[in-house]
């Protein structure tokens, strides 16, 4: 997402971009649901990231999230 900073927080992302953006692994953003540190979204059988909750975790002082 080249405008990942002008993005509304309601927007969606899909798990492989928002894990490019993140600049995580894959076990890495897994990890993360589970632990309810960054929530899911389900849409149908889809799942998807919030921007503003990627944009939370991103921010998160080191060992903050």
């Not at 997402?1 to 692994?25: H, W, Y």
């Amino acid at each position: 997402v080249a405008n990942f900073d002008s993005a509304p927080n309601s927007m969606l992302l899909k798990l492989e971009t928002a894990r490019i953006i993140g600049q995580c692994s894959r076990a890495t953003l897994y990890r993360l649901i589970k632990a309810g540190t960054l929530p899911l979204v389900k849409v149908g059988n889809m799942s998807y990231i919030r921007v503003g909750d990627l944009r939370r975790l991103i921010q998160a002082p080191e060992g903050g999230a």
